[in-house]
């Protein structure tokens, strides 16, 4: 089983829809949760960190379920600059960050 | 503030050949990481250094890759001899927050 695992998509999303991506991981002891943005050919960007109590931050909200080892991201009325492939991270504790494959994400007009 | 550096930006090379890339970090953080991206996948961590020392390198093909930070600021990662596999965009990363520079694409014909 992976560590870190992603439905690698495509999702093609209508312009102001609500998109919804899961990632489960392997190692229930691991600590911090990320998700990162990697645009096409350019390097991956710290989008946002995954807190127990769940965080938002405009139209993105990310959820952690450590009981089902899964953390989630929420992006609201989407943007075409959302497109994307969105990354899942998980460390443990100051051990390395493991990334999932991405999901890809496409806003349609 | 600038970012992580990385030359060169882009590499071809045939099998059995060696290569380098250079990653000079933001200025001040101890921690600098280098990944290997293939495409369709997320970043694997290849080696992180906190200073000039390694902390991890597990994942690391010892018998190819070599990788050094001999000031603790600059690292260089060589591949020598190169693989058909080892096509990939390699990524520099630096600081706890894992800033990411703009990669070397790889490709070993």
């Known amino acids: 089983r992976k560590e870190v695992e992603q439905d690698p998509g495509p999702f093609n999303v209508p312009e102001g829809a609500t998109v919804a991506f899961n990632c489960t991981y392997s190692?229930?002891?691991?600590?911090?949760f990320f998700w990162y943005r990697q645009d096409c050919r350019k390097e991956p960007k710290l989008l946002m960190s995954?807190?127990?109590s769940g965080n938002e931050d405009g139209r993105f909200t990310a959820q952690l379920n450590r009981a089902s080892q899964y953390i989630s991201l929420l992006i609201r009325d989407s943007k075409l600059s959302d497109s994307a492939t969105y990354l899942c991270v998980v460390q443990f504790g100051n051990e390395k960050l493991t990334f999932g494959t991405g999901t890809r994400l496409t806003i349609i007009p | 503030e600038a970012g992580v550096a990385q030359s060169p930006r882009y590499k071809i090379i045939e099998k059995r050949q060696s290569v380098a890339f250079w990653c000079n970090p933001i200025s001040g953080h101890a921690t600098l990481y280098w990944y290997q991206q293939i495409l369709g996948q997320g970043p694997k961590l290849l080696i992180q250094f906190q200073n000039n020392g390694v902390v991890d390198d597990s994942q690391l093909p010892k018998d190819r890759f070599s990788a050094e930070r001999l000031k603790g600021v600059d690292s260089t990662l060589k591949i020598q001899p190169a693989k058909l596999e080892d096509s990939a965009v390699y990524l520099c990363?630096?600081?706890?927050?894992?800033?990411f520079g703009p990669g070397t694409r790889l490709t070993v014909t």
């Open positions: 190692n229930s002891a691991s600590q911090s």
């Open positions: 990363a630096s600081g706890d927050e894992q800033y």
């Open positions: 995954v807190y127990s």
